[in-house]
């Protein structure tokens, strides 16, 4: 089975950094995902890790370490349309995503 | 990146009846599609693979007879929910698999569609 963890809400300042923690233990790795999710919309793709180290696109950066099953997601330079949940997932040796319960990010002018 | 279209984007139905979702690839052929339900500030959960040509695959809990899923061309899959009762009022959200990386992402990406908002009276 698959058990994922992040932190249900977090809130932060236009302008500042925010990391979003992402702990897993799964019955099989294949990458791990991160989306984001405006209420009632569908996800949309983030960034994308498989092996270990740090994916930087822009204002965000995904961080990986296959080793102690955690992941994070750093968004830099918050601005209000960042406002949204984030989605942790895993996908496994089938090629199925499991997801997290998702972040809730509130940014703050 | 790829398109995959829902079809319809919100249904409101009564207790009893059975609803129609449409999911279609518009730009990368798919053989294989995924369906997931998420309820109120939840997050995704998988209820059954979509393969083209064979029979889908139920995650565990999942009815498969409540669940009818046809997934006829490399392009179009559909969730039918049968008999539907409020208790499945739910925000359905389908994935197409890119196996060749070919539509603009990663290999095996999973695109997704903007999903069906399901109220059932």
């Known amino acids: 089975g698959q058990n994922i963890d992040q932190p249900t809400e977090m809130t932060a300042t236009e302008g500042a950094i925010v990391q979003i923690n992402c702990t897993y233990q799964?019955?099989?790795?294949?990458?791990l995902f991160w989306y984001q999710q405006h209420a009632g919309e569908a996800p949309t793709f983030l960034s994308y890790?498989?092996?270990?180290g740090l994916e930087e696109k822009g204002r965000f950066s995904s961080f990986l370490s296959r080793s102690k099953g955690y992941s994070y997601l750093l968004l830099k330079e918050l601005q209000m349309k960042d406002s949204a949940s984030y989605l942790c997932?895993?996908?496994?040796?089938?090629?199925?995503?499991?997801f997290g319960a998702g972040t809730t990010v509130t940014v703050r002018a | 990146g790829a398109v995959v279209s829902q079809h319809p984007s919100w249904v409101i139905c009564k207790s009893g009846t059975s609803v129609k979702i449409e999911c279609r690839s518009l730009?990368?052929?798919?053989?294989?599609m995924f369906w997931y339900r998420q309820f109120p500030k939840q997050s995704l959960m998988l209820m059954a693979t979509s393969n083209e040509g064979s029979k889908a695959t139920y995650e565990q809990g999942v009815e498969k007879d409540k669940f009818l899923i046809n997934h006829a061309s490399l392009t179009l899959s559909t969730l039918t929910v049968t008999s539907a009762h409020p208790e499945d009022s739910s925000f359905y959200i389908c994935s197409a698999r890119d196996f060749s990386g070919l539509a603009g992402g990663i290999t095996d990406e999973q695109f997704f569609g903007p999903g069906t908002r399901l109220t059932v009276l």
């Open positions: 890790n498989v092996l270990d």
């Open positions: 799964t019955s099989g790795f294949n990458g």
């Open positions: 997932a895993v996908r496994d040796g089938d090629y199925k995503l499991s």
């Open positions: 730009d990368f052929q798919a053989t294989t």
